[in-house]
């Protein structure tokens, strides 16, 4: 696969070669996990990743220990690479904790022919009907994913985000209880016996770090570890509702706790 980024720079997902679409001959290559990375990046434009997400797709699966300083590096890199070549401009983003975002408005992607591999050289059209409408599915999920990203937040503290309006048009929540006057919800629907053992679970978060407010409703996931073991990851939010449905949040406060 071959992407072309923000019509100055072609990536070539198969050995991680960038060059320059003006100077076909200036080429960096990058390594497996870095290309793999940013193939997983540009594969999923237009959505929010979050450090969770990355070390769980481009370590864990390859069997690799995950650490989030070598996201860091690796990301560091590759915007070095992109600026080398002549890309100008925040191309891949980070959103202080949330995740990593590549604008689908900045990438086309096209299936590499096969002279097309063995010669960088060979221009590539710059933008294709299929990249539009991928793009245009990927913003309808997009409101799905900037909440999923706000939970699954890789930092070994629990920690408040900073106010945030989130329009969740296309989520869905289960309720499984209530935190004082405050609705409870969870991202998955759930036996009554499992939603009994999650209600349990954020009583005992609130009571200590997030308690209830007028308007609020809470948001809870957890490992199912963490659910029958005491042991893996749990993710609180409460947000407050703009509306009286269930679409529109703002001043989201989320809460991240982990055990082994």
Not at 10 to 37: C, H, M, N, Y
Not at 208 to 220: E, G, H, Q, W
Request: glycine content about 4%; overall charge neutral; charged content about 20%.
């Amino acid at each position: 696969m071959t992407f072309t980024i923000a019509q100055t720079v072609i990536f070539r997902s198969e050995d991680g070669t960038l060059w320059s679409i003006a100077q076909p001959d200036k080429r960096v290559a990058l390594t497996t996990i870095p290309a793999r990375l940013f193939t997983y990046l540009l594969d999923n434009a237009d959505k929010i990743i979050s450090r969770e997400e990355l070390l769980n797709n481009i370590w864990e699966k390859y069997g690799l220990e995950p650490s989030n300083n070598s996201v860091n590096q690796y990301v560091s890199l590759i915007r070095k690479s992109l600026a080398e070549l002549g890309c100008e401009g925040d191309i891949l983003q980070t959103l202080p904790r949330v995740g990593f975002y590549i604008s689908g408005d900045k990438v086309f992607c096209d299936e590499a022919k096969r002279e097309d591999v063995k010669n960088p050289s060979v221009p590539l059209p710059a933008a294709q009907k299929t990249g539009k409408t991928s793009r245009g599915l990927r913003r309808i999920v997009v409101a799905i994913s900037l909440m999923i990203s706000a939970f699954f937040i890789v930092q070994p503290f629990s920690q408040a985000l900073s106010p945030l309006d989130y329009d969740f048009p296309h989520s869905k929540l289960f309720a499984i209880g209530s935190i004082g006057a405050c609705p409870l919800y969870s991202l998955n629907k759930s036996p009554a016996e499992v939603s009994k053992r999650k209600e349990q679970l954020a009583l005992g978060l609130a009571s200590s770090r997030l308690a209830c407010v007028p308007n609020a409703v809470f948001i809870f996931q957890s490992s199912e570890q963490d659910l029958y073991q005491n042991t893996g990851r749990v993710f609180m939010t409460r947000c407050i509702k703009n509306d009286d449905t269930e679409t529109h949040f703002s001043d989201c406060k989320a809460i991240y706790d982990f055990s082994e």
